[in-house]
């Protein structure tokens, strides 16, 4: 069975920074994505970043763009977030999230490309 464990979370203040962990339990074979995404109660789940587990090819959604960096540790299978300058409006619960392919017909940041998630983490930013 396979689990996405996260940590990291926590509460600072506006233009602090805080890295997100995440480590893939009980899969084998390479992942195609990982990604991060957040969610604000009553809001839709957003796609912060990705990575592409066998190119190394990322993307982040523009609010983020230049503040967080996404990495991978493949030996460790391993995901990162290292969330820099950060705002009031990242506040969110984060989650980490994995997919074993990919669907051509949808954006590769949207939640229903992947089909593993973790349990999730809260990041509360303070002005």
């Not at 957003?46 to 991978?72: C, L, M, P």
């Not at 074993?100 to 593993?116: M, V």
Request: charged residues 15%.
């Amino acid at each position: 069975q396979v689990q996405l464990v996260e940590s990291g979370g926590g509460s600072v203040q506006a233009g602090g920074s805080l890295r997100l962990s995440c480590t893939a339990f009980g899969y084998s074979v390479s992942w195609y994505y990982m990604g991060w995404f957040r969610q604000v109660r009553g809001q839709e789940r957003e796609g912060v970043a990705h990575i592409n587990s066998r190119s190394g090819t990322t993307y982040y959604t523009d609010s983020v763009k230049g503040r967080f960096t996404i990495s991978q540790d493949n030996a460790k299978n391993a995901l990162y977030l290292q969330m820099n300058s950060l705002k009031p409006e990242d506040t969110a619960i984060y989650y980490c999230a994995a997919s074993s392919s990919r669907i051509p017909t949808l954006p590769d940041l949207h939640p229903l490309q992947y089909n593993y998630w973790g349990q999730g983490t809260q990041v509360t930013v303070s002005s």
